[in-house]
Nanobody, 124 residues
Framework: QVQLVESGGGLVQPGGSLRLSCVASGFTMDYWAMGWFRQAPGKEREGVSCIGTTGGSTYYADSVKGRFTISRDNAKNMVYLQMNSLKPEDTAVYYC?????????????????WGQGTQVTVSS
């Protein structure tokens, strides 16, 4: 079955960096765009970033543009989210998801499948 497992979250000071990783299994990742979304308490889900099947196209929410970088390694079934210049408002649970043509991320619709999430806390 489809499995997505995130890792790399933690506690970091404002201005710091984290790299989230996601390993995919149970499907051919090469055929799917892959995204990251986040959910903070009391806030709506936010599609953070998405990357096309070959990595040639990427999307970023305005709130993270210039600070976050998404990448993928299809040979390893891995997706990454490099997060720099972190702010307290980035605090949330971050989820890796598969996203056909990045539609869910860019149109705020339902994702096809997602992992259990990893907590990112930005605080001094």
């Amino acid at each position: 079955q489809v499995q997505l497992v995130e890792s790399g979250g933690g506690l970091v000071q404002p201005g710091g960096s984290l790299r989230l990783s996601c390993v995919a299994s149970g499907f051919t990742m090469d055929y799917w765009a892959m995204g990251w979304f986040r959910q903070a308490p009391g806030k709506e889900r936010e599609g953070v970033s998405c990357i096309g099947t070959t990595g040639g196209s990427t999307y970023y929410a305005d709130s993270v543009k210039g600070r976050f970088t998404i990448s993928r390694d299809n040979a390893k079934n891995m997706v990454y989210l490099q997060m720099n210049s972190l702010k307290p408002e980035d605090t949330a649970v971050y989820y890796c998801a598969r996203d056909w043509n990045c539609i869910a991320t860019t149109h705020n619709t339902e994702y096809d499948a997602w992992g259990q999430g990893t907590q990112v806390t930005v605080s001094s």
